[in-house]
């Protein structure tokens, strides 16, 4: 990917504009400005369990899930895999998107507990070697939210009360959000992009010293 000339990032900063454009792929400055570091012995992986639906997934996500189904049951609850034995192994939720079923009207299907803490069975089973692929796409880049444009995504912060003990470790830490999700923004839109974040923060945080003088 062809790196915004550092005249352009300036131009950002100095405005404090509240989107950046790198490539075809708009990103919050809220992941720049924001802090985050998951605390599950506060939250107990309550993402989870509470929920409008279960978790977006995208095809490729739902056709796998499918496929190697009898290989995750073993690292399911058993009212998870009643879930998907009624429901089937992804759903259609209201707004027409695929997405995890769920247990009731509460946990994801996929949830399995290590005491209090709810964690991810697909998550456990690619740990363990059982499959090659990982959790969902929008459980792993988590806050973040993607929005697919005309042309390119939008890469948005998305605040949930739940969260707030990963805000409070996060600013404790000095960890912004996008650096906290580094693995999984890799995984997503590649290392490239990743630096280019990266570079952009540098430049946030040289402006806004530049300010104070």
Same mark, same amino acid.
């Given at each position: 990917?062809?790196?915004?000339?550092?005249?352009?990032?300036?131009?950002?900063?100095?405005?404090?504009?509240?989107?950046?454009?790198? @490539?075809? /792929?708009?990103?919050?400055?809220?992941?720049? *400005?924001?802090?985050?570091?998951?605390?599950?012995?506060?939250? $107990?992986?309550?993402? &989870?369990?509470?929920?409008?639906?279960?978790?977006?997934? #995208? !095809?490729?996500?739902? !056709?796998?899930? *499918?496929?190697?189904?009898?290989?995750?049951?073993?690292?399911?609850?058993?009212?998870?895999?009643?879930?998907?034995?009624?429901?089937?192994?992804?759903?259609?939720?209201? *707004?027409? !998107?695929?997405?995890?079923?769920?247990?009731?009207? $509460?946990?994801?299907?996929?949830?399995?507990?290590?005491?209090?803490?709810?964690?991810?069975?697909? #998550? +456990?089973?690619?740990?363990? @070697?059982?499959?090659?692929?990982?959790?969902?796409?929008? &459980?792993?880049?988590?806050?973040?939210?993607?929005?697919?444009? +005309?042309?390119?995504?939008?890469?948005?912060?998305?605040?949930?009360?739940?969260? $707030?003990?990963?805000?409070?470790?996060?600013? +404790?830490?000095?960890?912004?959000?996008?650096?906290?999700?580094? !693995?999984?923004?890799? /995984?997503?839109? @590649?290392?490239?992009?990743?630096?280019?974040?990266?570079?952009?923060?540098?430049?946030?945080?040289?402006?806004?010293?530049?300010?104070?003088?």
């Amino acid at each position: 990917m062809v790196a915004e000339s550092p005249l352009f990032l300036q131009f950002c900063v100095s405005v404090c504009i509240k989107m950046i454009q790198i @490539g075809n /792929r708009i990103v919050s400055r809220e992941l720049f *400005d924001n802090y985050f570091t998951c605390h599950l012995e506060k939250c $107990e992986g309550s993402c &989870c369990v509470y929920g409008d639906s279960g978790a977006p997934l #995208e !095809d490729e996500e739902a !056709d796998l899930i *499918d496929k190697y189904i009898n290989v995750l049951f073993p690292f399911m609850r058993p009212e998870g895999r009643r879930a998907v034995e009624k429901s089937g192994s992804w759903l259609i939720d209201g *707004d027409g !998107d695929k997405v995890t079923p769920l247990v009731g009207w $509460e946990e994801c299907a996929y949830a399995c507990f290590e005491g209090d803490i709810a964690r991810c069975a697909i #998550e +456990k089973a690619y740990e363990e @070697g059982a499959v090659s692929f990982q959790k969902p796409v929008s &459980c792993h880049l988590y806050p973040i939210r993607i929005t697919r444009l +005309k042309e390119g995504v939008a890469l948005n912060y998305h605040r949930w009360s739940i969260c $707030e003990p990963a805000r409070i470790l996060g600013k +404790k830490r000095g960890i912004p959000v996008f650096r906290f999700l580094e !693995d999984a923004i890799k /995984r997503v839109f @590649g290392n490239a992009f990743y630096e280019e974040m990266e570079l952009i923060y540098r430049e946030i945080n040289k402006s806004e010293l530049s300010n104070l003088k």
